[in-house]
């Protein structure tokens, strides 16, 4: 392996492209015509125009990216995550144009894809799952049977679905016929197939997922991330390892996790989704066949880094990690800063980042695919940066993650920032005491800002105080650059120069 094409633009571009060098492989970038400038581009060794903004004729384009991997010479494609990273054909058109992909083997993408067929072979091999259907339901008949087997309340979920979309829940036999109905007409819409399934409502989990990193001769779990404070399937922190997870529990959850990657044949890196409910008992729900957005918390307690395990294995290699028990070091946490207004309901921004000064100092990372500069469309995920921590503990990683959050300066777009800053403030959060439910329950945490006004001054005068510490105030050598033309443009608009 010695050109890698990633098929991915922002952070995650940027992350592997750095991965890539760290293991003296070069990395190819690939961009639509609204990325041209993007840090992902300028950090790769070549870059590849694969088609306009909107990403069914680029970043989605099976043909244009293997065209892409083709006329650069890559002999190796990595998909990052969203995008083309979980559609089983693309790793198999990826295999079959005698490139390696780098992810798991495009049969066992397929058989987690399938819900009810990921279920069967988990009962299978031990894992313990959701008491319910391990086929398709057919009827209304069948369904209220079913369910007053397991007892109500009930869930109906799309066979081909994942994330959440195409469910129902179901309170009595009552609404058994219009779920099923409404169920199956959405993952017809969504995902082509209309088949559903039914699982027992479980009440108030929490979302805990276990990382796993297979190679040729072994399967190992990372231990778990929480994944519980999220709004409607978007997670917006997670942290490694959880308050709800002892030692004792983690190895129960991690066997499980080797077991579920095991029965599929995976290799590379995967997580699996479970529920934790409130009396410790836990369930497999889904496998992310992919690198995912919230792998750095892992990394930072493991001491690993995901990513170049993944070319490893690729590779042939064997993963460089220990043997023997692992266990986790210190803690991390994660803030996902996304181009929305948590005071409108997360609704997505758009705009020009104007000014972008990033956190740093010890124990932070910045994962970001933006830069002063950048402009933020609708073509694309809102999320712009990652912000994460890492301490000895959770409060100090707390702390951590508050000085680290008041540091970032960013002047253009409405973000998540002030929601994490009321949320690393918050005495039920410090204490831990959250559920997949917590921001439903806590509308206040998403409330309007006292002032506005302010907070965009203030981070508006953050910028013209570096502007000027830097000199870049007169219009000569403002004009040099495109930061200093973004700072003259900030100060304009607030009538300071
Ligand atoms: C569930 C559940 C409760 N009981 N299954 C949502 C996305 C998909 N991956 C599975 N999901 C759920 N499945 C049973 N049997 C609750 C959810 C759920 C959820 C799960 C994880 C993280 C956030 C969630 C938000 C709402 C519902």
């Known amino acids: 392996m010695k050109r890698v094409l990633i098929a991915n633009r922002g952070e995650i571009a940027l992350r592997i492209v750095r991965a890539c060098h760290e293991e003296g492989i070069e990395a190819v970038a690939v961009y639509s015509s609204a990325d041209r400038l993007s840090p992902h581009v300028r950090a790769a060794d070549l870059a590849v125009h694969i088609g306009p903004a909107a990403p069914g004729e680029s970043y989605l384009s099976i043909e244009r990216l293997l065209d892409a991997a083709r006329r650069s010479g890559a002999d190796a494609i990595h998909p990052g995550y969203g995008f083309l990273a979980e559609r089983a054909a693309f790793a198999r058109a990826v295999d079959e144009a005698g490139l390696t992909w780098i992810g798991p083997p495009h049969a066992a993408i397929a058989a987690m894809g399938d819900k009810t067929e990921a279920r069967r072979r988990m009962e299978g091999a031990g894992v313990p799952i959701v008491p319910g259907a391990n086929a398709p339901i057919t009827g209304a008949d069948a369904g209220v049977s079913l369910a007053r087997s397991i007892g109500y309340p009930v869930i109906v979920k799309a066979a081909a679905g994942g994330g959440g979309k195409g469910m129902r829940l179901v309170a009595g036999d009552a609404g058994m016929a219009a779920a099923l109905e409404a169920a199956a007409s959405e993952a017809a819409r969504s995902f082509g197939d209309p088949s559903v399934y039914i699982e027992k409502f479980i009440e108030r989990p929490r979302h805990i997922e276990i990382q796993v990193l297979a190679d040729a001769e072994r399967t190992v779990h990372l231990g778990e991330r929480e994944c519980s404070i999220q709004r409607r399937h978007q997670k917006l922190v997670e942290e490694a390892p959880s308050l709800a997870v002892s030692p004792e529990l983690r190895e129960r959850m991690g066997a499980a996790a080797v077991a579920a990657a095991a029965a599929v044949g995976y290799r590379g890196a995967g997580t699996c989704e ?102 933020v469309t609708l073509f694309y995920d809102s999320m712009l940066a990652k912000l994460i921590v890492w301490a000895p503990d959770r409060d100090a990683a707390i702390g951590r993650m508050q000085r680290a959050l008041e540091e970032l300066v960013l002047v253009g777009v409405s973000t998540t920032q002030p929601f994490h800053r009321r949320l690393m403030a918050d005495p039920d959060y410090r204490r831990g005491d959250v559920d997949i439910q917590f921001l439903e329950r806590r509308p206040d945490l998403s409330a309007p800002e006292a002032d506005p006004a302010l907070a965009e001054r203030i981070a508006i005068a953050a910028a013209l105080a570096e502007a000027g510490a830097r000199g870049l105030r007169t219009p000569a050598r403002a004009g040099e650059d495109r930061v200093g033309r973004e700072w003259a443009r900030v100060a304009r608009r607030e009538g300071l120069r």
């Open 274 to 375: 479970f529920l934790l409910a409130a009396d410790g008992s836990f369930y497999f729900l889904e496998m992310n066949t992919r690198i995912q957005v919230e792998h750095p918390v892992t990394e930072l307690v493991y001491g690993v880094d995901l990513v170049r395990e993944q070319l490893r294995i690729a590779r042939g290699e064997r993963m460089r990690v220990a043997e023997g028990p692992l266990a986790p070091r210190g803690w991390a946490i994660e803030c996902r800063i996304t181009s929305e207004d948590p005071a409108s309901g997360f609704l997505p921004t758009t705009g020009h980042i104007e000014y972008l000064r990033a956190p740093g100092g010890p124990g932070v990372r910045w994962d970001a695919g933006v830069e002063t500069g950048s402009e």
